[in-house]
């Protein structure tokens, strides 16, 4: 490999003294601790501009540019060399971020490497055509669920309470803000009103909010989640063409739910639950 630039960083020098044997024995003297040569190669200045901008690399490829990115990798090499000669390497701090720095990276690489293999999972299965969706699958959804819903929930924890905060909106719909704002458990962003299609949301509340007319108060509905009181505030009929992307993706998930049960037939799968 053709070098552009070697740079020693340490030179040796010998003094000798003549004095009389008896006087003053000759003692030989140790050689000096060889260092590696620092050097820099094209294959340095190549892998530098690589990791440049655009506008930086254009810069760097001039022949002002080149000198001063030459330079500047001098300036990184002569440090590491006497990092590594005045053995910082082997200091403590070096020692505990490195390895900090080691096992992040390693983290990373493993999260990478899992959602590609998730990435290339997926593919596959497209390509097999297990998650294909075709237009007549669509035009036939379409026909049965042309509509989207829009509503607002209230979460609470107990059914006790549900039923309370219940009685209370059926009997009186327009305390639903003071009701939400006195019980409602959910997350600031399912307390505003949202729209789903059917597939798009929980099943439980789907079937409630279709069967719902618009304005009605309806629940309580136990999920995960919790106990959901829902409102029903619009519900308008979807174009084909709005529609199309959503329902694809509606019943692509749907395909996908029914590829993993399959694998879950097919491998053992053992949940250990907390402090097992």
């Known amino acids: 490999m053709k070098c552009l630039f070697v740079f ?13 044997k008896e006087e003053h024995p000759v003692v030989a003297a140790k050689p000096p601790v060889k260092q590696e040569i620092p ?21 760097a490829s001039t022949p002002i540019g080149r000198q001063n990115l030459v330079q500047i990798i ?3 090499k002569l440090i590491e060399a006497d990092a590594l000669a005045q053995g910082i390497d082997r200091s403590s701090d070096y020692q505990k971020l490195s390895t900090d ?13 899992r959602q590609l293999l998730e990435d290339l999972w997926y593919e596959k299965q497209r390509n097999n055509g297990v998650l294909n969706v075709t237009d007549e699958e669509i035009d036939a959804y379409y026909k049965k669920y042309p509509y989207e819903m829009t509503v607002q929930q209230i979460i609470v924890d107990n059914a006790q309470t549900a039923d309370e905060v219940l009685r209370t909106l059926k009997w009186s719909p327009s305390h639903w803000n003071d009701m939400s704002r006195k019980y409602n458990i959910a997350p600031q962003t399912l307390r505003n009103q949202f ?4 597939g798009e949301f929980l099943p439980e509340i789907e079937v409630i909010a279709a ?3 618009v304005g009605s108060v309806q629940g309580f509905i136990k999920t995960a989640f919790g106990f959901h009181i829902i409102k029903k505030t619009k519900e308008r009929r979807l174009s084909k063409e709005d529609a199309a992307p959503r329902i694809r993706a509606v019943l692509e998930n749907q395909k996908l739910d029914k ?6 037939k097919k491998y053992e799968v053992i949940i250990y639950a907390q402090n097992e």
């Not at 050097?39 to 810069?59: C, G, P, W």
């Not at 720095?101 to 490497?113: G, S, V, W």
């Not at 729209?195 to 059917?198: A, E, G, K, S, V």
């Open 39 to 59: 050097t820099i190669t094209e294959t340095d200045v190549q892998e530098r501009l690589a990791q440049l901008s655009k506008e930086d690399a254009e810069f």
């Open 101 to 113: 720095k080691r096992m992040q990276l390693n983290e990373i690489y493993h999260a990478y490497t």
């Open 259 to 264: 590829a993993v049960e399959t694998l879950q």
């Open 74 to 76: 001098l300036r990184e």
């Open 195 to 198: 729209t789903f299609m059917p």
């Open 211 to 213: 069967n719902s007319v």
């Open 8 to 20: 020693l960083l340490t030179a040796g020098l010998f003094l000798s003294a003549c004095s009389p």
